[in-house]
């Protein structure tokens, strides 16, 4: 007898927290049966190992190909990427169309991309149901704003009318579809980022504050990338006095655009001693990392984000310090798991990290709890499990 099947597809490199979520889904779907064909550009697969030593003291791993593809983006015109986000279409629907003639599959999953109308099309045509993961639009704000923008903006309504099922991050992604396109409530879900529990699961020998230098009592740190939005310079500036007086040291594990401008202000308030960048590393290392740290930080983050590494900490038995943003009250509880503060606010950040470090039973009863929550609801199996029931409540 034939597996069900699913068509997979995404335009994306495959890498950090987009491979992190790809393969998330993908297991999951796996794990409930399903056999997951999987279309992805051109010599990218999100299962690839990134390095061949990926033990956690082999060291930091090279960038990753998407921030290769971005350094290079930063030096081309806006408008000549969007022409080949469009121009992909050809290689997309060409990869698509033969897959579907080939087999019989259930629905197709597409991870959303501006200009990617290739799905929407052949979903329509070969009439199998289209699943479209949504955790970026034209509806946020942008780093590199569009040329094209009515463009896309048209192409988007275009696909998201034509899809069976909406799953998005967050309330406040779901808010602002339903809001502009006029999609009905109960074909959009909201499907918060999760966790595969084994990756935390240290099954290597731990890694040891004083193997990457670390000499002080306490460490509280931040993953992912080094950009502007994830706040690091507002990090430095509001606990930088902190450091020396409590003994604490700032672990920021990532690297990226911003490295240069946070290493400089370390300098200037002169406790560049108190922090260590690791460069990138590869998901499956992470969790040595953030197992160094008694405290995970999320100094900065934006209004529709469900940051991955919130998850991780939680994983990890770690509290976090958090900024007040909808998506992020979704995941945690004041007190429980994480201390919120307004973002922005230096000094409620500063008193939330003072007052955490110093308290290790706290600490301990807060990451007990924030693990024993992200287990029991943020798993990425479980995530594909609701999803297929509502897969099977709206499509059959």
Known sequence: MNRKAILYHHRTQGKGVEGVHIRG????????????????????????????????????????????????????????????????????????????????YTFIYERYSLFGFSCAILAKWFRVPLVLEVNDAT????????????LARSLERFIFRRSDIIVTITGYFRKLILNADGITPEQVMVLPNAVDPERFRLKEKALRRADIGIKNQYV????????????????????????????IHILLVGDGPVRDQIEALAARYHVSEYVTMTGFLSPDRVPYYIDLMDIGLMPGSNRHCSPVKLFEYMAMGRPSVVPRYEPIEEIVD????????????????????SRLIQDDARRRQMGDNARRKVLTHHVWNRNASRLNDEIVKHIG
Request: proline share 9%; aromatic share 10%.
């Open 220 to 247: 509280m740190g931040v993953v992912g990338a080094f950009v502007p939005w994830h706040g690091l310079d507002f990090l430095i500036e509001a606990t930088h006095d902190l450091l020396p007086r409590l003994d």
């Open 334 to 353: 004041e007190g429980e798991d994480a201390i919120i503060f307004p973002p922005g606010d230096r000094a409620a950040f500063r008193a939330a990290v």
């Open 25 to 104: 889904m993908t297991d999951g779907f796996g794990a409930l049966g399903y056999a997951v064909d999987m279309v992805s550009p051109p010599g990218v697969s999100p299962y690839a190992d990134e390095r061949q030593d990926d033990s956690p003291e082999a060291g930091p791993a090279r960038p990753p190909a998407g921030a290769i593809m971005r350094r290079i983006a930063d030096h081309f015109p806006q408008v000549l990427f969007e022409l080949l986000e469009i121009g992909y279409n050809l290689y997309s629907f060409a990869i698509l169309y033969n897959r579907l003639k080939s087999r019989k």
């Open 139 to 150: 509806l946020i704000e942008r780093s590199r704003p569009l040329v094209l923008k009515r």
